[in-house]
């Protein structure tokens, strides 16, 4: 019998090792899929053009002074689809798509630039398969909830995707913000209350 307060160390082939080795397996899996994931460059994110990806061009309103994500931002949208750039000086961008207001071609392009693979109505298992756990979740409206990651192997992304019960995915802000990359990786690592 082992000495009080002395850790008995668990038989490796017991159900609560193998469950806590393939849940620890899952969340190395999980970050290294995020880390690795191959995207494009901050040079040619910067570079992209919201006209370059819509058919309806005359649709497009600048947009200047334009508040989001605790900074001021300038650019272009269409609807509630915005291509944003920092008003300061730097290659700080923000792309924000509306899936439903959106061509499937044009999404596919957009996907196909940014080497992302999503597609309009992913369900949370897709998006969970495509890029693990997420950072952070949130949920401000009861049939919806926000899936935050931080993505990218050398040049990091903010990337929150939004899935509905009914719909799937819907809506998506991919960022270099670094503000915000920041405060994401506090939140995710601060205790959960």
Same mark, same amino acid.
Request: charged content about 30%; aromatic content about 10%; cysteine-free.
């Given at each position: 019998m082992?000495a009080a307060? #002395? ?5 490796? $082939?017991?159900p609560?090792?193998?469950l #806590?080795e393939? !849940?620890?397996e899952?969340l190395?899996?999980?970050?290294k899929?995020?880390?690795?994931? +191959?995207i494009i460059s901050?040079d040619?994110?910067y570079?992209l053009k %919201?006209e +370059?990806f819509i058919?309806n061009?005359?649709d497009?309103?600048?947009?200047d002074?334009w508040e989001?994500?605790n900074?001021i931002w ?8 915005e291509?944003?750039y !920092?008003?300061?000086e730097?290659?700080e961008k923000?792309?924000?798509l +509306?899936?439903? +207001?959106?061509s499937?071609a ?5 996907s196909?630039t940014l080497? %992302?693979k999503?597609t309009?109505?992913?369900t ?11 950072k ?8 919806? %909830?926000t899936?935050?990651y ?7 992304y903010?990337l929150? !995707?939004i ?5 799937? %995915?819907t809506?998506?802000?991919l960022?270099? $913000?670094l503000?915000t990359i #920041?405060? !994401?990786?506090?939140?995710?690592? #601060?205790?959960?209350?």
């Amino acid at each position: 019998m082992p000495a009080a307060g #002395a850790i008995q160390a668990m038989p490796s $082939h017991s159900p609560k090792t193998l469950l #806590a080795e393939s !849940l620890l397996e899952k969340l190395y899996k999980s970050r290294k899929k995020q880390k690795n994931m +191959d995207i494009i460059s901050y040079d040619n994110f910067y570079k992209l053009k %919201l006209e +370059d990806f819509i058919s309806n061009k005359e649709d497009i309103e600048m947009l200047d002074n334009w508040e989001f994500m605790n900074d001021i931002w300038q650019g272009e949208s269409v609807g509630f689809s915005e291509w944003l750039y !920092l008003s300061k000086e730097t290659k700080e961008k923000s792309i924000s798509l +509306d899936l439903n +207001d959106l061509s499937d071609a044009s999404i596919d392009k957009i996907s196909s630039t940014l080497k %992302l693979k999503i597609t309009k109505g992913m369900t949370k298992d897709n998006v969970f398969k495509l890029f693990g756990q997420p950072k952070n979740i949130e949920s401000f409206v009861s049939d919806r %909830l926000t899936f935050e990651y931080i993505i990218g192997s050398t040049e990091k992304y903010y990337l929150s !995707l939004i899935v509905t019960d009914e719909e799937g %995915l819907t809506y998506f802000v991919l960022m270099n $913000h670094l503000a915000t990359i #920041a405060d !994401l990786e506090q939140k995710a690592q #601060a205790p959960k209350r």
